[in-house]
Structures are given as structure tokens and as C-alpha cells.
């Protein structure tokens, strides 16, 4: 069962800016950095945020990361219509000995 | 260009066994650390097991402790995933992801194509 708790929709209409929460607790989030995955439907993920905020190369600077505490942040800004997908924060989990996924948030551009 | 390329799922009976393989390219498999993920129809992602570079540490979910096997070759690139008593609750898509660590942690910088696994009678 996850462990990391995200909200399961997000929209707003292009251009807007939207934001994606995830909570864990001291064990993961609290004690590893945070990673963001993006799905597209009908593909594999790929990794959009690591290390908290970093983005890979590739990755448009619309998206950015944050983590502060039991709970970590990916924020879309500049919403456009391929932003829709599925969206998962992941962390180590010390006290499980594995890696946690969110539950997933599902970006609708209206 | 990095390359996972996955084979190996289909449909199996509840109980019985399947192994799923990920071939890789474009990078000296050995330096790396790899896992498998899955996801069950509609469902999110799970986190399924962790093989080290050289095979020394093995982690797995608790929901396929005892059941699945991960394992790696070295020599001929590739990855593994033993699935043994499998269960209904087992089906979904499996992916095999290549595992980069920076100076603040680990992320699974590349994923395969995914394999699908569908257990039912």
C-alpha cells in the first residue's frame, strides 16, 4: 500500500499554475529526498523532478520541486494541454527497507 | 542511448510461475543499481525490488517477500524477475528501471517498455 499521499486530481486551464502535494512521514520524506515521475497515458514513467528539485535535462523549468519537513511539492507552471498525465512522488523509506511511491494526482488541463 | 528492453510476461495460472527479463544497453551494466516496478490495471505505481551492482543486497516488498527472486547477469547484461505462487492480485504491468545516483540521493533515471503480467484461471 503506498505510503506517500497525494491528491488524486489536479487541473487548471493553460497558462495557470498548479500544484501537486505529497505527505509521508520521518522515515521517507522526512529523512531521503523526494523524486517526481510523470506518466503519460499508455507509457512507461519517466523521471521529471529528482533530488528534491532537480531537473534532468530536457525537462522544461516549468516544472520545479520542493521538500520541506514530511512533504514535498511539484509545481506545474505555464499549464499546457500535453502537461496531462499522472503524476508520483517517491522516496526511500528507511523503516521499510524499499522505495514508496505516492498514490498518484491526475493533471486535467481544461 | 541508455535501453531497456523487457520480455518475457503473458498470462499464468494462480500459483504457478513466470520469470520476466530486461536486457540492457548503452551503459556499463555493472556499475548500476536496478529494480523492478509495477502497476496493477489502473492502479498506481508499487515499488517491487532492488538488486545492487554486484547482486551483494537484495531488497524487496513486503506484498512479494518470499515469492519473487530478482537477479541479475552481469556477463550477458541483463535483468531478472523469478515470480513463483503467483497470485491474482500480482497482475499488472512490470518495469524494469535503471537506478543513478547523484550526491543527495537515487532516482530511476530510465525505465523499459514494461512487460505485461496477467495471472488468472
Known amino acids: 500500500q503506498p505510503v506517500l499521499t497525494q491528491p488524486p486530481s489536479a487541473s487548471g486551464t493553460p497558462g495557470q499554475r498548479v500544484t501537486i502535494s505529497c505527505s509521508g512521514s520521518?522515515?521517507?520524506?522526512?529523512?531521503?529526498?523526494v523524486n517526481w515521475y510523470q506518466q503519460l497515458p499508455g507509457t512507461a514513467p519517466k523521471v521529471l523532478i529528482y533530488?528534491?528539485?532537480q531537473r534532468p535535462s530536457g525537462v522544461p523549468n516549468r516544472f520545479s520541486g520542493s521538500s520541506s519537513g514530511t512533504s514535498a511539492s511539484l509545481a506545474i507552471s505555464g499549464l499546457q494541454s500535453d502537461d496531462e498525465a499522472d503524476y508520483y512522488c517517491?522516496?526511500?523509506?528507511?523503516?521499510?527497507?524499499?522505495?514508496?511511491f505516492g498514490t498518484g494526482t491526475k493533471v486535467t488541463v481544461l | 542511448e541508455v535501453q531497456l528492453v523487457q520480455s518475457g510476461g503473458g498470462l499464468v495460472q494462480p500459483g504457478r510461475s513466470l520469470r520476466i527479463s530486461c536486457a540492457a544497453s548503452?551503459?556499463?551494466?555493472?556499475?548500476?543499481?536496478m529494480n523492478w516496478v509495477r502497476q496493477a490495471p489502473g492502479k498506481g505505481l508499487e515499488w517491487v525490488s532492488y538488486?545492487?551492482?554486484?547482486?551483494?543486497?537484495?531488497y524487496y516488498a513486503d506484498s512479494v517477500k518470499g515469492r519473487f527472486t530478482i537477479s541479475r547477469d552481469n556477463a550477458d547484461s541483463s535483468l531478472y524477475l523469478q515470480m513463483n505462487s503467483l497470485r491474482v492480485e500480482d497482475t499488472g504491468i512490470y518495469y524494469c528501471?535503471?537506478?543513478?545516483?547523484?550526491?543527495?540521493?537515487?532516482?530511476?533515471?530510465?525505465w523499459g517498455q514494461g512487460s505485461l503480467v496477467t495471472v488468472s484461471s
Open positions: 517517491a522516496a526511500w523509506d528507511d523503516s521499510l527497507n524499499g522505495y514508496v
Open positions: 533530488s528534491n528539485d
Open positions: 538488486i545492487s551492482s554486484k547482486s551483494t543486497t537484495r
Open positions: 528501471a535503471r537506478e543513478v545516483y547523484d550526491s543527495s540521493g537515487s532516482h530511476f533515471a530510465h
Open positions: 548503452g551503459f556499463t551494466f555493472s556499475d548500476y543499481e
Open positions: 520521518n522515515s521517507n520524506i522526512g529523512s531521503n529526498i
